[in-house]
């Protein structure tokens, strides 16, 4: 996100169409809290994090999956990976995709039945486990969001304090 890249030294050149006093005076340049991205795609609402972990908080995931399933896919710059599933209120599965079997889910089978994530890493190379397991898992749940969605303008928010 070209907010997260350029940081404070940011101007009208950088953001063509955006009004950049309108971002300021709005707090979504603010370093307080997470700016969020929010679509949908094929019949799946989807939010966009481009960088930190606030999307990941067990508290976020079991909220969002309320009535619902919720898939959350984090990849942090540190080289951090971690994939979280809830169904219902309820986190069914939750690791790192280096150690699929260390993980802290309720029900971690319902994950692996569903989707054969599980194999998708082991099958792979190691360096390989979070692009592999997310494959599987958006595939088999038919939840994949192509590159192009995010390109376009999305509905986005700035959570205050959110850190």
């Known amino acids: 996100m070209t907010i997260e890249a350029l940081g404070e030294d940011i101007d009208e050149n950088d953001m063509p169409g955006l009004d950049l006093e309108q971002l300021q ?18 019949g799946w609402s989807f939010v966009i994090e481009p960088e930190g972990s606030w999307l990941a908080a067990d508290g976020i995931v079991t909220s969002a999956s309320r009535k619902t399933v919720a898939l959350s896919l984090r990849d942090s710059e540190s ?55 997310v494959r599987a898992i958006q595939q088999r749940l038919q939840c994949t969001v192509p590159p192009e969605a995010d390109e376009r303008r999305l509905l986005t928010i700035k959570i205050a304090d959110g850190y």
Do not use: K, Q
């Open 79 to 133: 080289g951090a990976c971690w994939i979280s599933y809830a169904e219902d209120g309820e986190i069914l599965s939750s690791f790192d995709p280096l150690f699929p079997d260390i993980d802290s889910g309720a029900r971690p089978e319902v994950l692996g039945r569903l989707t054969g994530h599980v194999a998708a890493i082991n099958n792979g190379e190691r360096h390989d486990a979070y692009a592999n397991a």
């Open 25 to 42: 005076d709005s707090g979504v340049l603010a370093g307080d809290g997470p700016v969020l991205r929010s679509g949908e795609h094929d």
